[in-house]
């Protein structure tokens, strides 16, 4: 499941699998699935990530 991770006003998505955040849902879930299934990270989808505020 990816993770909903609120930060001010600010909502990013977590990646389970690798822990890498992205400002889109959509993202997120993309690089579970790949992540899942290949049990590595697919640098297309992994470009997209961001820095989280917080760790
Ligand atoms: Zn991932």
Redo the contacts with the bound molecule.
């Keep these: 499941m990816v993770k909903e991770v609120k930060s001010g006003d600010r909502v990013f998505y977590t ?6 955040a992205y400002e889109e849902r959509v993202w ?1 879930e993309r ?2 699935e ?2 899942s299934a290949y049990n590595a ?1 697919s640098l297309e ?2 470009s997209h990530a961001i820095r989280k505020p917080e760790d």
């Design positions: 990646c389970e699998v690798c822990n890498l997120a690089c579970e790949f992540c990270c989808i992994t």
